[in-house]
């Protein structure tokens, strides 16, 4: 058990929960302002590919970086619009999104590498020389400005009001609108850059392959209790889930077993036994001015 | 800041069909605590709601110090120093009593984050010289009613409201807490600040306002100012003095009693006691109407009866626990609880009624009966357009209430409840459901109907009981009383 706790399992481990802890504090962000995104999924997706594609033309990591970020403010503003302004249902809107990332992002994988299952190898941070992944101290600089964001400036404020009583944001002269949309463009701009991660990590993009994790990082989101602290805890702990299956594969605890953890958790956090969830009250409801 | 009166000229505002102000003139002085009464719908929320820039008038100008302004948001009147308490509460639940107060005008230093501390110290000192103390740390859903009212208060006074507007703000508050509560408004105006109390209740008028300008259907039909106000005139002017209509033949009742309620009492959703241990009886075929301005307890006792809300003490039917669907109800709120918006014709009449053998057999529902009983609703109630398989919304508010009326009036049931039957219809509507309500009573069931409309209530009931602070403050014989006399015990005044 030495070896579990030797720096290099520390990387690892934080390199495994980078990929879940940006699209979870994006998810706050959208849920504390009262919009579900389940469309975190795609988002993460079409990151991914956006910043291999950029990456494969260019060669330049930052200008895929660029790219990726701009996929997920696409995809969460179109979100918005259906959710915010036509007032469809949150979570079929984000649905249908999901399915069109992993269309579009298999199409244009086959258009431009010739085939539809992965991309050609991509560089990934270690061209930046750095000696350590960039991506680290980003991510946890992101926490805490997310945290001191949500809880102790103007925007976050007026973003939890929106999420828990639209109506009283709205009669103390507060856009309910504007601030929804910010809400959910940040947890877009988040979660592209967690799946751009994700496709440098492993220098290629291939199909599908967030595998779930923009559902994970919602019930990270879910079992921290809307807090950017209590999300990264759940990351964290959902990160070294993964390091430890990844540990023991081929070993007699079967990998799906360890794999499953998260969403058992996340369920026993649901029903209650954890403390108790409480979500935004109008988290899920749109907003319709009088 | 200075001390700003209020004037609105000439306000006129219609929603569709309904003229829901008529040319409103309105003054509120400052220093001075004004009431706007009214029935519901007599358009005093809509007033308001413009004032505060949540509606927009049709013409009609408002005046502050004398100056006409436009409003035309909410921030545009909170600007102007104008502030709203809502009758359902505004607050962000999850969010602290701080958090909650400076929503909206959060004041930030130069690192753009919010100044926490001085902000704090600043509501302090507010709270102690109006003496509105509250605990800044709380969220404001584990806080009672009477303290999130004072975080609404706070809430303008911080912004520097100058003019409050409060809209029923003693529907959800105790007594005691009333007191309080009025006692913190009148410093207010002392201080020069421009109140203006929405309100259906005499006494929190006669209590508190200078000056009280009455509203019925839309228009301005009565200002006073306090010396000159007594209980009888506001009465008289809110009860209003119509001239009788006909009086329908009413059959004599049998003795037998049908309908037994003892010692009920029923608390609504605030856990607030409304119905204060009544007692009453009706008997088969007699018409019990229930008097009362709106608030003291109609709606509780309403749903307690039909079996919906919880309640102490006991209610019998024949001697027996009733079943529900023992009882046709008429729901006060139509779109609400009456019908579903949705659906069409038939599938609202088959609604609580699908149990029905006739209706549904073998697990599936029986639609060839279900469009033939329709089409004989239709028939008999006059519905228009005769078309079962249209959606109901298609329907005007009179109609649809007759789809309402001929669902739960041929029901097999012993007791009727009718909340407003005939509010918002026509003559010629409200005289067809008067008289299938007194169909149906001389069938020997029991008739109970609740209704703000006195007329209603003399021309249908045999008795009439008035409901005042959740108890029957007199039960008369509508043969031998009148609306002025039934008026003084709405107010508590007999």
Known sequence: MNEILTLAFVVQVSRMTIPYLLPSLGAVFSEKGGVINIALEGIMLSGAFAAVAVIHYTSNLFL????????????????????????????????????????????????????????????????????????????????FLAWIIIYKTKFGLRLRACGENPEAADSLGVNVFRIRFSGILISGLLASLGGAYLALEQHSFTDGMTAGRGYIALAAMITGKWNPLGAATACMFFGLMESFSLQFSGSEIPNQFIQMIPYVITIIVLAGFIGKARPPKADGIAFEKN | MTDISVEMIGISKRFGKIQALDKVNFAAPSGEITSVVGENGAGKSTLMKILYGMSKPDTGEIRLNGKTV??????????????????????????????????GDERTGKSGLIKFKSLRHEIRSLMKVTGLEIDLDVRTEDLPVGVQQKIEIIKLLYRDSRILILDEPTAVLTPQEVNEFFSSLRKLAESGKTVILITHKIDEVLSVSNSVTVLKRGKVIASYSSESLTRETLASALSGEKIHTTRLEKKNHSCEVLLDVKDLSVTNDRGVTVINGISFEVKKGEILGIAGVEGNGQTELMEALCGIRKYQGEIKINGEKPNTSQIAHIPADRLKEGIVKEFSVEENILLGRHRERKFSEHYRINFRTLRKFTKFIIEEYDVNPPYPESLITGLSGGNQQKVVAGRELTKDSTLIIASQPTRGLDINATEFIHNRLIIEASKAKAVIIISSDLDELLKLSHRIAVLYRGSFSAILESSETNEQEIGLYMTGLK
């Open chain 1, 64 to 143: 895929g970086i660029i790219a990726a970020a701009f996929s997920g403010l696409l995809i969460s503003a179109v979100h918005s619009f259906i959710t915010i302004i036509a007032r469809a249902n949150q979570i079929v809107s984000g649905i249908a999104l999901n399915i069109l990332a992993l269309g579009i992002t298999k199409y244009l994988c086959k258009v431009i590498f010739g085939s539809s299952s992965n991309s050609e190898r991509i560089p990934g941070t270690e061209v930046l020389n750095l000696g350590f992944d960039v991506f680290i101290p980003f991510s946890v600089i992101i926490l």
């Open chain 2, 70 to 103: 436009k409003i035309n948001s909410t921030s545009d009147a909170i600007k102007h120093g104008i502030g709203m308490v809502h009758q359902h509460f505004m607050l962000a639940d999850g969010l602290t009593a701080f958090e909650n107060i400076i929503i």
